[in-house]
């Protein structure tokens, strides 16, 4: 609070010289910020005003939860043609109970890591597993679609192969994080690349198919592909098992946001319509897709300028909304135009700055991260984060107000979370329910937990209740307790239908016994109606002859 009032101070001191036309030492760059500035007319720049605009009330997230609600209805019932928010179906029809046994593969390909994981599971003891990660190289990921594929199965055959697996046909979850159109647990098409792959001929082509065919041109091993995934499912499912059985929510918070929960498959209209394949369970994990809430200007009241230039220099403008807004991506940047803005109307570091402070994305959302964790009075990370960005002669005051910019522009963030959260709480409600997050940014932020906690409790609908667990590699151990779901659900459902054609042919053999039952008891009676017959006939023969004898 002291600095706080050191740095009032100190811009009344400077606005008092600006009004006399004293110039000050050293005029800030005509940035686009700047130019914005000068625009705001006589407007009072003070820590206050700016960290105002990223305050929100609860009235304003309960707005956002409403319309997100209606676009998660929309989305479900018609897709993207009526709604930012995708709901993509995963066709993943349950979470795991804890009967699943035997060994799973899971492969796992994000960025440009590649990761190879074998599971072994037996009810009522720990999963076991081991694991191999390697770098993609450059050559399959900018290379054709065939060496890529064919370097993933390459990198599968030798995984399974050094186990003495090959032949065991082992089921496989694979997690592949690039955006596509699924429809089927084991069909998805690749809609385009992102993080930096550019491999030709695969999008347009379904992704399963293709790793199978490099499989096959290996020819080394024989294994099953039963799934394929994202992480939020599989944070949602890795987080059931630990749990016995029992997880509402998914969510993902890191560079990106995401979330999943299980709804009723009457309601995934859209999703089922376009299916590959016929779905008749009654429940299915939703991928949300949520992160592109907003990008149709639904949710202008929740941005700030700051998030609208973050927005407008990003590689894709307009798209990923709520993702800009959330989660790491974008959260340092925005810290650092609050800073550079601060800097130009000399609140902040005298006005001097420094170019680094000047220079888009020299600002990573670690910093938030370390800045938060520094012990007050001490300030160590936050020194050397400065002498990182290049700026000299800082004050107390001035390590005060960016410790407090960090607080404020990443509160907003959790907040943000929060009513997100609450949002799919209320759709669910169900008693005490379990909400998993996984995350770089929810895991590192000191403060992040605490924050989003203590705002569900303030948005979530009277007599529900929640509980928050972080877990973790859903897209590993996700993907192989998929592919065991998939297989327990396989056989369980061989089983049923085993035993329904158990229970037609007992069925079938009970009607035969009827049946022959009936024709013995017919023939039996039409046996006693003749003898019946030959009976009387002999009777009325008799009473005839003795009736004639009578006579003569």
Request: glycine residues 8%; charged residues 30%; negative net charge.
């Amino acid at each position: 609070m002291l600095g706080i009032i050191e740095l009032g101070i100190q811009y009344r001191i400077w606005r008092s010289q600006a009004q006399r036309g004293k110039k000050s030492p050293r005029s800030a760059p005509a940035t686009p910020l700047a130019k914005m500035a000068s625009k705001l007319n006589e407007e009072s720049i003070s820590l206050e005003s700016v960290m105002a605009e990223f305050k929100l009330s609860n009235t304003t997230l309960r707005r956002m939860m409403s319309h997100m609600s209606d676009n998660m209805d929309r989305g479900l019932e018609s897709g993207l043609d009526r709604s930012t928010i995708a709901m993509l179906p995963s066709f993943v029809p349950e979470l795991p109970n804890g009967k699943e046994r035997g060994k799973f593969v899971a492969m796992d390909l994000g960025g440009t890591n590649l990761r190879v994981m074998l599971m072994e599971l037996e009810p009522g003891e720990p999963m076991r597993t081991k694991q191999f990660n390697t770098r993609m190289p450059n050559a399959a990921m900018h290379g054709t679609g065939e060496k890529l594929f064919d370097y993933i199965a390459k990198a599968l055959c030798d995984f399974l192969i050094e186990r003495e697996l090959a032949e065991e046909c082992l089921p496989v979850g694979f997690t592949f994080s690039y955006p596509c159109d699924q429809t089927g647990l084991r069909s998805a098409t690749l809609l385009r690349w992102t993080k930096g792959v550019t491999a030709t001929g695969c999008v347009g082509e379904d992704v399963v198919q293709l790793l199978e065919d490099a499989i096959k041109r290996d020819g080394r091993v024989k294994v099953n592909i039963v799934a394929l995934i994202n992480d939020t499912v599989g944070t949602m499912v890795a987080a059931a098992y630990e749990a016995g059985g029992h997880c509402d929510i998914g969510v993902i918070i890191g560079t990106g946001t995401n979330a999943s929960y299980m709804e009723q498959s009457k309601k995934i209209v859209h999703g089922l319509a376009n299916a590959t394949e016929e779905y008749n369970h009654k429940t299915m994990i939703i991928d949300t897709e949520w992160g592109g809430f907003g990008d149709n200007g639904e949710a202008d009241y929740i941005f700030t300028r700051y998030d609208k230039i973050v927005d407008s220099k990003s590689d894709h403008p307009g798209v990923n909304s709520l993702d800009k807004l959330i989660a790491g991506m974008c959260m340092g940047e925005l810290v650092r135009l609050v800073l550079e803005r601060l800097c130009e109307n000399k609140v902040l570091f005298n006005g001097q700055g420094s170019k680094m402070l000047r220079t888009r994305n020299t600002f990573p959302t670690k910093y938030i991260s370390e800045i938060l964790h520094d012990d007050c009075g001490v300030y160590s990370n936050t020194r050397q984060i400065m002498d990182e960005l290049g700026i000299e002669g800082a004050t107390f005051s001035d390590m005060l107000l960016l410790r407090e910019v960090c607080v404020v522009v990443s509160r907003r963030s959790a907040n943000l979370a929060a009513a997100a959260i609450a949002c799919v709480l209320n759709r669910v409600r169900r008693p005490n329910m379990l909400v998993a997050i996984d995350g770089s940014t929810y895991k590192y932020h000191p403060f992040f937990n605490h924050w989003v906690c203590e705002k569900i409790r303030e948005l979530l609908d009277p007599g529900l209740d929640f509980k928050i667990v972080q877990t973790g590699d859903g897209s590993g151990r996700g993907a192989a307790l998929i592919a065991a779901i998939v297989s327990r659900v396989k056989k369980e459902e061989e089983k049923r239908l085993k035993d329904l054609e158990i229970q037609r042919q007992k069925a079938a053999e009970a009607e035969e016994r009827r049946l022959l039952e009936i024709e013995a008891e017919k023939e039996e009676a039409e046996e006693r109606a003749r003898k019946i017959s030959e009976m009387m006939r002999y009777q009325i023969e008799r009473g005839a002859e003795e009736s004639f004898q009578r006579h003569d």
